[in-house]
């Protein structure tokens, strides 16, 4: 949510340059929830959700990095290792929790999730 509002204040983006801008994560979530199924099958899904959780640690790192000017390089990069991330990790820690809760709490776990 706060993002946008960087990109517009500190860098003086327009809407329309933003939503492009922005639209790397979702297509990095895209690739990468249609490569977690495969890798969950390889790995299990904890690991995957331990990864996708370092690769969020990874893209708050490169947005730690952000400043005034305006760094596209690290802010591509941020945005693709979070959507990685988001697209790995949350199969697998849907998968891991629903594993581990009885069938009475599979819908309100699924709804907070």
Do not use: H, K
């Amino acid at each position: 949510m706060t993002l946008p509002y960087f990109l517009t204040s500190l860098w003086g983006l327009s809407q329309s340059r933003i939503a492009l801008t922005l639209s790397w994560r979702p297509l990095a979530m895209g690739v990468a929830g249609a490569l977690a199924g495969r890798l969950s099958l390889r790995f299990g899904p904890a690991a995957l959700a331990r990864f996708g959780a370092w690769l969020l640690v990874l893209s708050t790192l490169a947005f730690v990095l952000l400043d005034r000017d305006p760094n596209y390089t690290c802010l591509t990069l941020g945005l693709v290792l979070a959507g990685f991330g988001l697209g790995i990790g949350s199969p697998g820690t849907v998968a891991s929790v629903s594993v581990r809760v009885g069938p009475e709490l599979l819908g309100s776990v699924s709804g907070l999730m």
